[in-house]
């Protein structure tokens, strides 16, 4: 496989900010990429409390030539290294735009930020002056590989520029579009080639996400059946269009887990270590889980666990409409790990004070407690109306936490249902149910709860899991192969 020099734009990348999976993706997949031989650069703003987790910054002045007129004055290049790497790692500082306390998005109130559309139009043109190796950098990326809306407006950009690298353009998740007013596009100044049904217009709207779904040479979602679901109305998003239209450009590639920061052997921040092969001392993780939340220590009872945005997407809805019949009828527990909506955080709280032994609601997020309850639980629940990729179902097969799912997405594409003949052959790892209401999640659970009363069985799913390997070599090689079909496309839309 050749070398190329990729240009990876992300909006966060861990450890220095993260929200969600694209987080994870952007703090994994270049360091993948580098281990396949590849020259790989990050590109993101430079957000007030990412500035301080990124250690010692060398400030750039670019020149941006022929992309001054529309940057603001001071703005600057920071360059430094992404943590526990080697990966050079750019920050596009504008303290006016990005200089915010807390999340990249929204302000304290929870709402989105009024200039959300301003902050990443700049960060798109800059990433378009790298691109081009008008910033001053002496360095020209080959392929730039953008993500999500808020890197939407680059392959827009870049489709405009000669000599241009090829561009790929990944959905984390169709349903956030960076969507604004029409007027926008005006107050951005953009070229007013992009505005059209061909391009940014959606509706009368100025859509972000268009712009890469209209413009990228290659799209890739991150899983093989999301990238088939979005061209359907039911997950489309209501560009199920245009994505049928570009599907010869369409494809699915599987997130990977970071198994030097999810491994029951080698974790720091659970109690007890444990793989495949001596699996037994996930027993003991479970008694400082039980302990930890506050619920009683019995290693009989099946530990039901769930980490999660408190969102309709992920399927709460669903949750809390089962739980309650789970909890009457069965001698389980269940622990929540979460916060979003307040009518899901404010539910859950209500499970447990109706159900104290029985029910553990922990809002907000820790991520000590996160490994403890992989480590410790007996199976983790994502019962998601759709779900891209998802990550914990990934993480908790390696840390033999049998996971019950729904057949979407990334779920579909990596549980192994536990029918007659996936116990018999041994090739089970989960349990997969299909409808989304409540009764069809309570039948999951009831199936789960039947297997773990037949240890053999239980143990077999358990060790299954944990041999899986979802580790980022395995996708990185699939992305090579997406850029060499990026440069292939561009060079053919060059020529016609």
Known sequence: MPT?????????AHPLIKTGGLGDVAGSLPIALQAQRQEVCIIMPAYHDLIIRAGKLTRIHPMLAGFHANLPKGMRLLEGTLPNSKIKLW??????????????????????????AQRFALFARVVAAVAMNKAGLAWQPDIVHCNDWQCGLIPALLSLETARPATVFTVHNLAYQGLFP?????ALNLPASLWGVDSLEFYGQVS????????????????????QEIRTPAYGCGLE?????????LTGILNG????????QHDPLIPHHYNAQSPHNKADNKAALQTRVGLPVAADIPVFAIISRLVEQKGIDLLLGSLPELLRHHKVQFIMLGNGEPRFEKAFSALADQYPTQVATKIGFNEELAHLIESGADSFVMPSFFEPCGLNQIYSLRYGTVPIVRRTGGLADTVVDATPEALTNHTATGIVFNEATPPALLTAFERALALYQQPARWQQMVVTGMKQDFSWKHSAKQYLALYQRAVAWKEKDVQM
């Open 4 to 12: 190329h020099k990729i240009l990876f734009a992300a909006s966060e």
């Open 182 to 186: 029409a007027e926008t596009f005006a």
């Open 257 to 264: 887990a970071d198994y030097t920061h999810w491994d029951p």
């Open 241 to 249: 269009g245009l994505l049928n239209h570009r599907a010869e450009r």
């Open 208 to 227: 972000f996400i268009k712009g890469g779904l209209a413009h990228a040479d290659m799209i890739s979602t991150v899983s093989p059946t999301y990238a």
């Open 91 to 116: 920050l596009v500082d504008a303290p006016a735009y990005f200089d915010r306390p807390g999340n990249p998005y929204l302000n304290p109130q929870g709402t989105d930020w009024p200039d959300n």
